[in-house]
């Protein structure tokens, strides 16, 4: 059973920036794609930034440079650096590793952007 946790969530301000971690309990290269995804109050669920085996990058247009989604220093984890912050970044952040067809899933990461 793959197993995530997310590190990193806080409260930030406005035009700050926050790096977000997610540790795997295997090596990353075992999943075809990991991924960062958002879940805001009242809202949806939905794709921040994904990274596949290749290392091929995919970003949402709302993010598009201002984060970037990386592979962290450890075999194990994917990193995700949010630059420039908005107040509509404001939601649960989700790491997530895909096999084939099936989803693994983190506890989530709180983070508020606000002054």
């Known amino acids: 059973q793959v197993r995530l946790v997310e590190f990193g969530g806080d409260l930030v301000q406005p035009g700050g920036s926050l790096r977000l971690s997610c540790a795997a309990s295997e090596s990353i290269f075992n999943f075809n794609a990991m991924g960062w995804y958002r879940q805001a109050p009242g809202k949806q669920r939905e794709l921040v930034a994904t990274i596949n085996v290749g290392g091929v990058t995919n970003y949402a247009d709302s993010v598009k440079g201002r984060f970037t989604i990386s592979r962290g220093g450890a075999k194990d984890t994917v990193d995700l650096q949010m630059n420039a912050l908005k107040p509509e970044d404001t939601a649960i952040y989700y790491c997530?590793?895909?096999?084939?067809?099936?989803?693994?899933w983190g506890p989530g990461t709180q983070v508020t952007v606000s002054s």
């Open positions: 997530n590793a895909r096999i084939l067809r099936n989803d693994f």
